[in-house]
């Protein structure tokens, strides 16, 4: 009999993909920004970005990916939850991260960047969101990754 065993990936390794896959949406993010014709994309990226950037220090720290993936407040990609526990978990400090993740999440909590709402957005510059999204990743890789 020929059993197939399988093993669960370690945390550790999913952290860094998570790291991985956030660096390669800030990239993307860093090219459309500069393209004015292609802002709903670009801003996507951005807050996709700045998820697997926390996603991958909760994960760093211990937090089991069915937690990960679970909801928060009722509400999936809820990116101020997750701050929230990346800073009770010693997340070290980035200027302006608290406001930038209010504001990205506000803005893209109804999918705004995916799908038309009808909503009016006003977002950050692009230097203010490569800014905060370059520090945080500086941060976590310091730090965990």
Same mark, same amino acid.
């Given at each position: 009999?020929?059993?197939?065993?399988?093993?669960?990936?370690?945390?550790?390794?999913?952290?860094?993909?998570?790291?991985?896959?956030?660096?390669?949406?800030?990239?993307?993010?860093?090219?459309?920004? *500069?393209?004015?014709?292609?802002?709903?994309? #670009?801003?996507?990226?951005?807050?996709?970005?700045?998820?697997?950037?926390?996603?991958?220090?909760? #994960?760093?720290?211990?937090?089991?990916?069915?937690?990960?993936?679970?909801?928060?407040?009722?509400?999936?990609?809820?990116?101020?939850?997750?701050?929230?526990?990346?800073?009770?978990?010693?997340?070290?400090?980035?200027?302006?991260?608290?406001?930038?993740? %209010?504001?990205?999440? %506000?803005?893209?909590?109804?999918?705004?960047?995916?799908?038309?709402?009808?909503?009016?957005?006003?977002?950050?510059?692009? *230097?203010?969101?490569?800014?905060?999204?370059?520090?945080?990743?500086?941060?976590? %890789?310091?730090?965990?990754?």
């Amino acid at each position: 009999m020929n059993d197939i065993i399988e093993m669960p990936q370690p945390l550790g390794l999913f952290a860094g993909q998570l790291f991985d896959r956030g660096t390669e949406y800030l990239d993307a993010f860093r090219i459309l920004s *500069s393209n004015d014709l292609k802002y709903h994309p #670009a801003y996507f990226l951005c807050a996709h970005s700045l998820e697997l950037f926390l996603k991958s220090y909760l #994960a760093a720290s211990g937090m089991p990916k069915a937690k990960l993936r679970a909801p928060r407040n009722n509400k999936h990609h809820n990116l101020p939850a997750f701050l929230d526990e990346c800073e009770a978990m010693s997340l070290p400090i980035v200027v302006d991260l608290k406001d930038f993740t %209010s504001a990205i999440y %506000s803005m893209n909590q109804d999918f705004d960047f995916q799908y038309p709402t009808g909503y009016d957005l006003s977002v950050p510059e692009p *230097s203010i969101c490569l800014r905060v999204l370059d520090a945080l990743r500086e941060a976590i %890789s310091a730090n965990s990754v």
